[in-house]
């Protein structure tokens, strides 16, 4: 069992920047992938960013290469999502995620573990 609890989420205008983390709590965080995933409000769940077990591969959705950047610190069991130049289509619940399985997992079936969500919401 993994507990993810994401934070960092809030109103900013557009252009700005905001960054979002995800505390993992429960099996070994460092041998799973990683991802960030966001839903809008009558849209389905969408990929954004995955990280790799190690870190050392990280791949985009291409709604947001160049903008955003996800990173991992294993010894603090901890994932990032630093996100900028953020645009008003930005505005969505973002999610965390655990996989265990291919590399990328870009698909939401992929995830075993989510977390709440944390609310990033974009002003024009």
């Known amino acids: 069992q993994v507990q993810l609890v994401e934070s960092g989420g809030g109103l900013v205008q557009a252009g700005g920047s905001l960054r979002l983390s995800c505390a993992a709590s429960g099996r070994t965080f460092s041998s799973y992938h990683m991802g960030w995933f966001r839903q809008a409000p009558g849209k389905e769940r969408e990929f954004v960013a995955a990280?790799?077990?190690?870190?050392?591969?990280?791949y985009y959705a291409d709604s947001v290469k160049g903008r955003f950047t996800i990173s991992r610190d294993n010894a603090k069991n901890t994932v990032y999502l630093q996100m900028n130049s953020l645009e008003p289509e930005d505005t969505a619940v973002y999610y965390c995620a655990v996989a265990d399985r291919r590399w990328p997992p870009i698909l939401t079936n992929e995830y075993d573990y989510w977390g709440q969500g944390t609310q990033v919401t974009v002003s024009s």
């Open positions: 990280i790799s077990w190690s870190g050392g591969n990280t």
